[in-house]
């Protein structure tokens, strides 16, 4: 995919301050520091469009960037956060939820868990809610640099396992640092997209 424009076009709280131009949108759920903004960073080709930070937690609105004029990627809040007050973890996930069951344009959840650990009971519980809606969803497993490809590989089959996931389910892995995976998950998000 040749980026040739992407923006921070709108920052939401409510359906009301989403976008109304109609594009495909793609989301990006994932608890706090699986690497949402650097993998949304890496696909764009920018090393600052969405926020990065070393502390869990930072995004707390909804972020739409828009690429080439054609589609919205989604930054949705991280779940999973424990320093978080309980009455914000509510808030974001009523946000999260409101967004996810309401949105017509959009078209993929792309669901990031970290290559190196097990999927968490909240990623669990994020996987079997999309499934549950019949959402269009792909996992995409970050920070692949961090492990050899052994265990990488080893690690994805466990991936699958501890999600439950079936043959037809589309589980990527990813790095930011490399941009290894990048051209396979813009074919993805092309393909679910309908975009050239």
């Known amino acids: ?19 109304e131009t109609g ?15 650097s993998l949304i960073n890496s696909l764009v080709n920018r090393k600052s469009l969405a926020r990065t930070s070393s502390t869990p937690g930072k995004t707390r609105v909804i972020n739409f960037f828009g690429v080439n004029d054609a589609l919205y990627l989604v ?21 999260i939820e409101a967004y996810l ?12 868990v970290d290559v190196r650990h097990e999927p968490t009971k909240d990623d669990k519980l994020m996987f079997d809610w999309m499934k549950a809606t019949g959402s269009q969803m792909v996992v995409v497993a970050t920070k692949a640099d961090k ?9 994805l089959v466990q991936i699958r396992k501890s999600l439950q996931m079936s043959s037809s389910d ?9 941009k290894e995976g990048r051209d396979e998950l813009w074919e993805v998000i092309k393909d679910y997209s309908n975009i050239e």
Do not use: C
């Open 1 to 19: 995919m040749i980026i040739k424009k992407s923006d921070i076009y709108a920052t939401a709280v409510s359906p009301s301050q989403y976008p």
């Open 23 to 37: 594009l495909p949108e793609v989301a990006f759920a994932g608890r706090s520091n699986v690497g949402k903004s």
């Open 75 to 95: 930054d949705l809040p991280g779940y999973g956060y424990a320093k978080v007050a309980k009455d914000e973890k509510a808030k974001w996930g009523g946000m």
């Open 101 to 112: 069951n309401s949105r017509e344009q959009l078209k993929l959840v792309i669901l990031l």
């Open 147 to 155: 492990l050899t490809r052994n265990h990488r590989n080893k690690s």
């Open 170 to 178: 589309i589980l990527l892995h990813f790095s930011s640092q490399t």
